[in-house]
């Protein structure tokens, strides 16, 4: 964790955010499980470390300001969040519609990216596959 505590810090400073340890710890663990996590999830990660829920709320909210994660929309049930790896981290993400887990899908050569209709210009696409996870889907 000691690794990833250090990251954490020197992303703060380099977003030149207030280094906090809520932040730090919030971070560090988005950099270790490297996978997205819910508002309830990250919280119960942090444990005491990340303060209360209003705190992870709102420290969730500055990072996802200041570009370091970002927002990725769930199954209807629960957003989650993600970090955002330099340079350009997008992709698209599986969402389980059963527990509402989601996952990112890293090879996405195979989707088809949707053209705009004529006369739009795109600022931004989220594609999203829709399914049961492998827990759910042993169920
Ligand atoms: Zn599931
Ligand atoms: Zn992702």
Same mark, same amino acid.
């Given at each position: 964790?000691? =690794?990833? %505590?250090?990251?954490?810090?020197?992303?703060?400073?380099?977003? =030149?955010?207030?280094?906090?340890?809520?932040?730090?710890?919030?971070?560090?663990?988005?950099?270790?499980?490297? +996978? /997205?996590?819910?508002? &309830?999830?990250?919280? &119960?990660?942090?444990?005491?470390?990340?303060?209360?829920?209003? @705190?992870?709320?709102?420290?969730?909210?500055?990072? *996802? %300001?200041?570009?370091?994660?970002?927002?990725?929309?769930?199954?209807?049930? =629960? &957003?989650?969040?993600?970090?955002?790896?330099? /340079?350009?981290? $997008? +992709?698209?993400?599986?969402?389980? *519609?059963?527990?509402?887990?989601?996952?990112?899908?890293?090879?996405?050569?195979?989707?088809?990216?949707?053209?705009? /209709? $004529?006369?739009?210009?795109? @600022?931004?696409? %989220?594609? *999203?596959?829709?399914?049961?996870?492998?827990?759910? &889907?042993?169920?």
């Amino acid at each position: 964790m000691q =690794r990833f %505590e250090e990251q954490a810090r020197t992303m703060l400073k380099q977003a =030149r955010l207030r280094v906090t340890g809520g932040r730090i710890s919030l971070l560090a663990v988005m950099l270790r499980e490297s +996978h /997205p996590l819910s508002m &309830d999830d990250a919280s &119960d990660l942090c444990g005491w470390k990340g303060g209360d829920r209003a @705190t992870v709320f709102r420290n969730l909210h500055a990072l *996802t %300001e200041a570009g370091l994660i970002r927002m990725v929309r769930g199954a209807g049930k =629960r &957003d989650v969040y993600e970090l955002v790896k330099q /340079p350009a981290h $997008r +992709h698209a993400h599986a969402v389980c *519609t059963a527990c509402g887990a989601v996952a990112c899908v890293e090879n996405e050569s195979s989707l088809s990216s949707a053209q705009a /209709p $004529r006369g739009w210009r795109v @600022t931004s696409q %989220e594609v *999203t596959v829709w399914g049961l996870c492998p827990a759910c &889907d042993r169920r």
